[in-house]
């Protein structure tokens, strides 16, 4: 999912510069979609690879500047989701979430001792206020031991076992922040409780309060407050959706942008919390569950074909009026970067394309050289390099 503020409207791959030895055909797979293929050789004086592209992210569902573009022409936010997800109903979502927290990778838990600090074991047994128990108190830990918890507490003397209780537990604070400690010295606060299981440390909290770490984590919450709006209710619908998606799991969503980026506390602001509030439990739904509202930085004017009835490739006039620094990028590679990522190449000679129905993302990258080819697909090839998009063109220098 998108992770910072990325556009531009250019909506044909085709007219490429002539230093592009590009083939165009039509190619009709099984299932009947077009789709493009382009072919550039690479010389053997050749040492750079050039690329020019539009867009950030993938494309699909939203695009975030596109949002930011439709709120400053005056849409509201039910009409930005509208648009972006063609087809779809609004409807409600509420109740807990459980996110992985990925920084915390040690088994046991540790927090800081605070006001109205709880211990609640997940059983439904007793509830333990830590902070009446051990006043004197700094930090508190959760370390899994087989079919128990042992709760320890660290006070000037180090650290001492309080006890040990049956099954899973967790830790909170009546709603309000409780501050986990992270491996290497660093922090975070979180809202709702903090538990460890299976090696696994979660934030359960309402959905509402996940929100509110999410949607500025996403967008710049002074943008305009139709497009925070909009956000709020997709990434509140893409939880709702990978909630359901999550049965049986130990978590329902994650807190990086494998899911959607979420960073607790530290970033709630005044705005994008009115985002949320305006937008209350408000879900994009599809014959009557929580749709996959995914949603990028830019499409690049072109939104990308996914997965879902209603993520769909079509023109986005809205990026054009979004003041997107991402209308246009370019990045170079060497031709020993790509050598070197596939050593089994042996010297780079070809690369070619294969690219959507529309003629602009793509879709596999195929790589050939003295020695052997490779394919991958065009998002690999994306994030082997650390490209913005898979909307690019190519030449050879």
Known sequence: MATAYRGAVRTSWLGRTASVAALAVALVGLTGVPSYAE???????????????????????????????????????????????????????????????TAATKRSLTVDARAGLRLRRLDGGRTYELDRLRPAATRWKLVPHGARTRVRF?????????????????????????????????????????????????????????LRGVVPSEVPPQ????????????????????RAAASGAVADTCDTTSCQVYRGVAVEHPASDAAVRATRRQVVTYQGEPAFTQFSSSNGGWSAVGSAAYLVAQADPYEATSANPNAAWSASLTRTA??????????????????????????????????????????????RFGLRSTWFSLAVR
């Open 39 to 101: 072919d550039v050789p690479v010389g053997a004086g050749a040492t750079t690879l050039a690329l020019s592209g539009q867009g950030y992210g993938h494309g699909r569902g939203m695009s975030q500047y596109g949002a930011k573009g439709a709120a400053a022409q005056g849409l509201g936010w039910a009409q930005i989701v509208g648009f972006y997800y063609p087809g779809t109903q609004l409807g409600e979502a509420r109740g807990p979430i459980r996110v992985q927290l």
């Open 154 to 210: 660290a006070t000037a003397g180090g650290w001492r076992t309080l006890r040990a209780v049956r099954g899973a537990a967790e830790v909170s604070a009546g709603g309000e922040p409780v501050t986990l400690r992270l491996p290497g010295g660093g922090s975070a606060a979180y809202r709702g409780a903090l538990r460890t299981v299976g090696g696994t440390t979660l934030n359960v909290l309402p959905l509402e309060s996940y």
């Open 223 to 242: 943008w305009p407050a139709a497009a925070v709006q909009a956000q709020a209710v997709a990434a509140r619908t893409y939880a709702a959706w990978e």
């Open 338 to 383: 790509v050598e070197q990522a596939w050593p089994q190449l042996g010297r780079l000679t070809r690369v070619s394309l294969v690219r959507d129905a529309g003629g602009r993302r793509a879709t596999s990258v195929t790589l050939t050289g003295t020695s052997g080819a490779v394919t991958v697909s065009g998002d690999d090839f994306r994030f």
